[in-house]
């Protein structure tokens, strides 16, 4: 990919609502370097994840009602994200635009395929036996990831195989997804910047 359209990899969202107050500053030819806080010490810890091993440079600042609950914070967070990332990865040409990572952590296997197609879906085959991970709510993550997804223009199917612990599921699925995404977003060489579809447009 030309040293030109690495350059161009950037992008910064603001999103403000009545219930949040949400900044997402994005380098996708980073190093994976993070400064991110939400509020929510468990959704930090694995926005870190995402960063460092996407090897993507990202910055979170977050505000919400967390006097209610999480869910605006968790999902507006997905959101501005999803806008940063669409942003940042710009018309899509000369990447390798899909990304596949099947990882273990411990006892826990999770598999993330996804295509950055600009036709959002989410396949969201993962499960807990605990309500609450710190004080993030579980069922949050499928909201995050949802609405990520749908801003972002992203196909993604994440999938947990098998696992005990809680933490090392989601944590394992986090980590697959920066990796599938880490995946997609590399240049493909033989491409010589062109754009991954026979349809011309994505």
């Not at 009545?18 to 994005?26: A, D, G, M, Y």
């Not at 996708?28 to 468990?42: A, E, H, N, R, Y």
């Not at 999480?70 to 899909?98: F, M, N, P």
Request: aromatic share 6%; net charge negative.
């Amino acid at each position: 990919m030309p040293e030109s359209k690495k350059t161009l990899r950037t992008a910064k969202v603001e999103r403000k609502t009545k219930e949040t107050e949400i900044s997402v500053e994005i380098n996708l030819d980073g190093q994976g370097s993070f400064d991110i806080k939400t509020g929510i010490g468990f959704f930090d810890h694995m926005l870190e994840q995402l960063a460092r091993h996407a090897l993507i440079d990202l910055k979170i600042k977050a505000k919400g009602d967390l006097h209610i609950d999480g869910h605006h914070t968790v999902e507006d967070t997905g959101i501005a994200l999803g806008q940063a990332l669409k942003q940042a990865v710009g018309d899509k040409a000369g990447i390798s635009r899909y990304g596949h990572f099947d990882l273990v952590m411990d006892e826990a296997r999770s598999d993330v395929a996804l295509d950055l197609s600009n036709r959002p879906y989410l396949i969201w085959n993962v499960r807990f036996s605990v309500e609450r991970l710190g004080e993030m709510d579980t069922e949050l993550f499928q909201e995050f990831f949802n609405a990520l997804a749908q801003n972002a223009g992203i196909t993604l199917h994440c999938e947990n195989r098998y696992g005990t612990n809680n933490h090392h599921i989601i944590e394992s699925v986090f980590k697959a997804f920066a990796r599938a995404l880490r995946m997609a977003l590399e240049a493909d060489h033989r491409m010589a910047g062109q754009l991954p579809s026979t349809k011309g447009a994505l």
